[in-house]
């Protein structure tokens, strides 16, 4: 069976496809390498592209037989799709189309989607479920929550099944080092706590110390991104069973409070840092903790990595990548 890796170089895609290959499955990558590095296309053919090309589209599901795409393909900065919306809408959305188009030309009608918990915005409960209110505060979420309703009309008008999985804070890396998180520009927490660590970075900022939580700062939910890549596996196979389109949350289902977080990136790096406290950025729910059971039953998944396994990897792989530019 082969699988069409869209977003295949960026951070969680390249996890995925390492983890396909092992498991025996073909891989093409497809990517623009806008966000993503060709170093991290390692597993399967490699095809540069952009999923708004339709006449490339076409000429890779030509020449290649591809039974189910993944399409990690998105920008992924809240902040700036607040002030580029157009961007956002163009890429998240428009080019998932023209993607999708260019499927059913092709008779490809097995889809996974990279959705979020951003698609519920101000959650109303914790821990959140599928069924909860879906209401998202900025373009980015906007963008997701589209495509996922484009997917419910694709599958009852042509039978399209597809599987969209919304991941809470995807953290770690690859345990043997390979490939890891390297966003430009990082605003992930565990990133640029680690960066703190290695001084590449002054101190690290705790927006909102006010929060009704344990210790007043917000509580996330970190999932490894080797359990996120072992849920695509699954929903390959669900797919490739006959499963009709489902949605699944996937987290840990443990918050964090960023203090916590700070605590635990200190022990494990054994590295001192400076912690600026500054005030709540606008659109931060308090807590944001995913309900995962569905996909614990309907998929057979379970969490295989602790929090500390998420840091420990993720600092293995800083210190490996310390110094070096990707490309
Ligand atoms: N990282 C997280 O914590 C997180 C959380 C929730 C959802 N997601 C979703 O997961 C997906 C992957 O996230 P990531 O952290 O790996 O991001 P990433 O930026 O590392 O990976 C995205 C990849 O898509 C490629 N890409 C973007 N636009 C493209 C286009 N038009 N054509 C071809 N390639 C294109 C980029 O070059 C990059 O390699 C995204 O859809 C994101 O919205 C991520």
């Known amino acids: 069976m082969a699988i069409l890796v869209a977003g295949g170089a960026g951070y969680i895609g390249s996890h995925v496809c390492k983890m396909l290959l092992q498991k025996g499955f073909d891989v093409v990558v497809y990517d623009n390498l806008v966000h993503g590095y060709r170093c991290?296309?390692?597993?399967?053919?490699?095809?540069?592209?952009?999923?708004?090309?339709?006449?490339?589209?076409?000429?890779?599901?030509?020449?290649?037989?591809?039974?189910?795409?993944?399409?990690?393909?998105?920008?992924?900065?809240?902040?700036?799709?607040?002030?580029?919306?157009?961007k956002?809408?163009?890429?998240?959305?428009?080019?998932?189309?023209?993607l999708l188009e260019a499927m059913r030309k092709h008779g490809i009608n097995k889809f996974i989607f990279s959705s979020t918990a951003a698609v519920y915005g101000m959650p109303e409960r914790t821990p959140i479920?599928?069924?909860?209110?879906?209401?998202?505060?900025?373009?980015?979420?906007?963008?997701?929550?589209?495509?996922?309703?484009?997917?419910?009309?694709?599958?009852?008008?042509?039978?399209?099944?597809?599987?969209?999985?919304?991941?809470?804070?995807?953290?770690?890396?690859?345990?043997?080092?390979e490939i890891g998180e390297a966003h430009v520009p990082e605003t992930h927490l565990i990133p640029l706590?680690?960066?703190?660590?290695?001084?590449?970075?002054?101190?690290?900022?705790?927006?909102?110390?006010?929060?009704?939580?344990?210790?007043?700062?917000?509580?996330?939910?970190?999932?490894?991104?080797?359990?996120?890549?072992?849920?695509?596996?699954?929903?390959?196979?669900?797919?490739?069973?006959?499963?009709?389109?489902?949605?699944?949350?996937?987290?840990?289902?443990?918050?964090?409070?960023?203090?916590?977080?700070?605590?635990?990136?200190?022990?494990?790096?054994?590295?001192?840092?400076?912690?600026?406290?500054?005030d709540r950025r606008p659109g931060d729910p308090p807590y944001l903790i995913a309900c995962s059971d569905k996909a614990q039953k309907k998929l057979d998944w379970k969490l295989q990595h602790s929090l500390e396994d998420i840091i420990i990897t993720a600092w293995n792989w800083h210190q490996t990548m310390a110094g070096r530019k990707l490309v």
């Open 40 to 86: 991290f296309a390692q597993w399967g053919d490699f095809v540069q592209g952009d999923i708004g090309d339709q006449a490339q589209l076409d000429s890779v599901f030509s020449n290649f037989k591809i039974d189910v795409v993944m399409h990690f393909c998105a920008f992924i900065e809240v902040a700036e799709s607040v002030i580029e919306p157009e």
């Open 193 to 278: 706590l680690l960066d703190a660590a290695i001084g590449r970075r002054k101190d690290i900022k705790v927006f909102g110390t006010d929060y009704e939580t344990q210790d007043g700062t917000c509580v996330r939910d970190y999932i490894h991104v080797n359990d996120l890549a072992d849920a695509h596996i699954r929903g390959v196979d669900y797919l490739l069973d006959g499963g009709n389109t489902n949605y699944f949350n996937l987290g840990s289902g443990s918050g964090f409070t960023v203090r916590e977080m700070i605590q635990t990136a200190k022990k494990i790096t054994t590295k001192d840092f400076a912690v600026v406290e500054t």
């Open 129 to 177: 479920e599928e069924e909860d209110r879906k209401l998202p505060i900025n373009p980015y979420g906007k963008s997701k929550l589209m495509i996922e309703e484009i997917l419910d009309d694709y599958s009852s008008a042509y039978g399209f099944r597809s599987i969209r999985f919304r991941y809470f804070n995807a953290a770690g890396a690859d345990p043997e080092r």
């Open 88 to 98: 956002y809408y163009k890429n998240n959305v428009q080019n998932t189309i023209t």
